[in-house]
């Protein structure tokens, strides 16, 4: 006999109880329904990965947090995130898909960095991108924000807001502004949310930012109604090419959503944001659940000139949108905002209860007879006191319990409980399909 | 700029093109939807666990296929299968687990196999199982291959065979017969479908067994019906208590997989089998398709007296029953067999083509509307020649395209258009929605 190794999860993993997997299932489940509702069509790329894909963009951050496999002779890690593996599918298949290429991916995703609270080291992102070929037209930017409008208010989890910009706005206006290090300042500026206006003024005098300067980049950037940030950012004198194509982009991408029946106060033009990761090169989109700001985005991405340039020379340009499912989940049940079960959503419809062995196979022609009018039952085929076997119904969270004695088998009856009210009646069997429908 | 990295995955891994993906994925969900009408709960485990956990019923095979995780402090590695899992699953989260707990588990497993035809590194298993705390009836042997049965049915994949034995009877029977090494016997017995009958005699001289004995085990497994192989296992003299339990067992498991109402020839009672793995105890069961038994059984399991037994001192009998999703998946494609699709399946209802960008509005109006009533609508927002467009229209498998030109927009009419009978007519948009549905 082996000794007891003790049952336990690595840390930083997480695994839910059937009661709450059935409510994260759920979830997935409604945002896949929203994906295929707009003809994203299904991928699912490997777990495992070839290092030099994964890596491809240049280490840094990644590098850090990468899954490696033990293996001599190949190098191989976990996938990290769905668009790398994205942007190989689409480069590797390119001649055997039709662009523009919609496609979602819900799939888990491996950090192996240090845990935090709220950070997991295996998690699920959800994520739809579009992929053209050579072209991409902008009304896509306004359609995926749409469908996760679409599917945030079927989850039912109250107000939130998109928050929209056009990295094209803040590189044209520092190019503008002659700013050297335009890439440290969109980063220092990104951050503003998080460290606030007098840190990222500190921040700008460290790399050299004169005051006039960081007083012209707060100007531009300061919160206003949607109207009156687009009239703002076009009465700026600002002659520079990318920053007026940006401001252009902006204010269609902002035009199609309303068009998209995006309501207004879902929407917030923020030029702040920038969206840390480096590919995105125009629209950048932010999501937050209004009241639970503090709990960062649960819905970014943006647009890209050009997907997969680490793997082949077609210009793939895309634009997407991930939603960090876990994550989401989690800030849902902590915010008590899971609304999207019905509040008498059963797992199991009903139990069907035989008192005896003897009563065994008529439980048996009942539970088929139910099943093949397409309800989910369970039977309890333990023998055991009656008491333990209401106990178990219980339990189960099942809609009723259906107890069969010698009586009722013989008299092609069942006795019928509804588990939430008590009442329990004699039902014929020929009559109990309508009356649990 | 980066250089060009070769857009690949590993040997031994695949993925699928979205159409493939969308055929896999409608399998998984009949599976899944089968396995929810009998009330198996889903859980999923990390893909990742500590390699004490994974390890724990010793090494062997399993140690050599284990995909290790590089890492100085902890021993971690991929899951190889679902039930090791569960089995920490259920003993970590006993108190808070209602028994019988009936789970089912669909996701990718590992093995760090070399690669051959047929075999993947990362694969999908579908598993049922029902832990019983202390006891378990025997009815749930019978309830499990039945869910089974209800799936392959409505999967419509053409008949197939539950071959089913109790090792009781074999691990009695090398007792009757003094047979020393009742492991290495039941291991070469097992391969007779693989090595053939002649093999197994030989490689059974080799271990010492005479050929008196040999005689004895073969008259034993001789096939028969299902009537006739019970009455010969009655008739044996055989004057050994397990023996007589394993006959008892399995007549009972017979008896119940009729009332289920599982056909006779559905049904083979087949005393050869023994399923390779060692912590089966009593049923075991094998599914082959008819025609196609050389591609191996494509749903395997059994029942273990004791699941748990390394993480928990708590006795947790199970019966479980696993499918080689993927491997099932490619053997109904060789074998032609994906019948369960229906022939006019169409991911995508309509996709709607503007003519022009002044459509692109009316267009976006008429999308939200037939998504609103619960249709999969996709709008080419591109720019191009009509041709295009309709090519388009043409490779993503839509049932109608629905062109917009200014006329129509003009009219709140669309042209609406058979993509199989190619027929195009035009219909107010009022009228859409009940042509289309």
New interface residues.
């Given amino acids: 006999?082996?000794?007891?190794?003790?049952?336990?999860?690595?840390s930083g993993?997480?695994?839910?109880?059937?009661e709450e997997?059935?409510q994260f299932?759920r979830l997935k489940e409604i945002v896949e329904e929203g994906f295929?509702?707009?003809?994203y069509?299904?991928?699912?790329?490997?777990?495992?990965?070839?290092l030099?894909?994964l890596l491809?963009?240049?280490g840094g951050e990644t590098q850090k947090q990468i899954?490696?496999?033990?293996?001599k002779s190949?190098n191989?890690a976990?996938k990290y995130d769905l668009t790398v593996p994205l942007?190989?599918?689409v480069?590797?298949?390119q001649y055997?898909?039709?662009f523009?290429f919609?496609?979602y991916q819900i799939d888990?995703v491996?950090r192996?960095e240090r845990n935090q609270r709220g950070r997991y080291?295996?998690f699920y992102q959800a994520d739809i991108d579009i992929i053209?070929r050579e072209?991409?037209?902008l009304?896509?930017d306004a359609?995926i924000p749409y469908t996760m409008y679409?599917i945030f208010k079927k989850l039912n989890i109250g107000k939130f807001t998109f928050h929209v910009n056009n990295r094209k706005i803040l590189n044209g206006y520092f190019e503008y502004l002659a700013i050297e290090d335009k890439d440290e300042t969109m980063r220092i500026l990104d951050k503003i949310e998080k460290i606030g206006y007098k840190n990222v003024r500190e921040e700008f005098t460290e790399i050299g930012i004169d005051e006039d300067t960081q007083n012209k980049i707060f100007d531009l950037i300061k919160f206003d109604t949607n109207e009156d940030v687009l009239k703002r950012l076009k009465s700026l004198d600002v002659d520079n090419k990318t920053y007026i194509e940006g401001v252009k982009e902006l204010e269609l991408v902002y035009k199609?959503m309303k068009?998209?029946?995006i309501e207004e106060e879902y929407i917030n033009l923020d030029i702040s944001i920038a969206r840390g990761l480096d590919y995105y090169t125009s629209t950048v989109i932010e999501t937050f659940l209004d009241g639970h700001e503090d709990l960062g985005s649960v819905c970014s991405g943006g647009r890209y000139d050009n997907l997969?340039?680490?793997?082949?020379?077609t210009k793939l340009p895309g634009i997407g949108l991930s939603i960090g499912l876990t994550r989401l989940f989690f800030t849902l049940k902590e915010a008590n905002l899971i609304n999207y079960m019905d509040d008498d959503f059963h797992?199991?419809k009903a139990?069907i209860i035989p008192m005896n062995e003897e009563q065994?196979?008529y439980a048996?022609?009942v539970g088929?007879m139910l099943?093949n009018e397409g309800?989910?039952?369970?039977?309890y085929?333990?023998?055991g006191k009656m008491k333990k076997k209401f106990s178990?119904a219980d339990?189960?969270n099942c809609e009723y319990s259906i107890i069969i004695g010698s009586d009722e088998a013989k008299e092609e009856k069942v006795s019928l409980k509804n588990m939430k009210t008590g009442l329990q009646e004699t039902v014929q069997l020929n009559e109990l399909i309508n009356m649990i429908k």
Wanted: aromatic residues 12%; without cysteine.
């Fill in positions: 006999m082996s000794e007891i190794v003790n049952p336990s999860i690595l993993f997480m695994e839910l109880l059937p997997q059935v299932n295929v509702e707009f003809g069509l299904p991928i699912e790329t490997p777990a495992i990965e070839k030099e894909i491809s963009k240049g899954y490696k496999i033990e293996d190949i191989q976990l942007a190989r599918y480069a590797q298949y055997d898909l039709t523009p919609k496609r888990r491996y192996g080291r295996e053209g072209n991409l037209s009304i896509n359609e679409k199609y068009e998209f029946q997969a340039s680490n793997f082949t020379k797992y199991i139990l065994m196979e048996i022609k088929n099943r309800e989910n039952i369970q039977i085929y333990e023998s178990y339990k189960i």
